[in-house]
């Protein structure tokens, strides 16, 4: 995935992304693209299933096999969003400076409150 790909859309909007490379057809029947889309959804779900397990695993072989399928799971999950990325159809806002601003001084705030004097390198 090229984060520093952008498209602009019909209303102006900036986005990362790509322009769509594949002609599928959306209408009401199910096709290509819902497929992966509902393979990601899954995919997402068996990840935070298989990292719970893992937590609450107290074999070490069963919490290392629940860690291994995890991993796999997320290195596919990670195809799927480049398949999807790549043809254009995974797409994402681009955030203005101020906007990134106001989240990293909400951030800079809270790392007062920790228990420590620790400065946050930038």
Known sequence: ???NATITTNTGVQKIGNK???NIQKDESINDLDRMYDMLLHEKHLMEIYHLSGTEAVDVNLHALMNNNRNKLQAQHGRLVDTLFSIGEYTADIAPASQVKDV????MSYVKQLP???KIPH
């Not at 990293?104 to 951030?107: A, C, H, N």
Request: hydrophobic share 40%; net charge negative.
């Open 116 to 118: 420590y004097n620790n």
């Open 104 to 107: 990293s001084t909400v951030f």
């Open 20 to 22: 769509v490379s594949i």
């Open 1 to 3: 995935m090229d984060p």
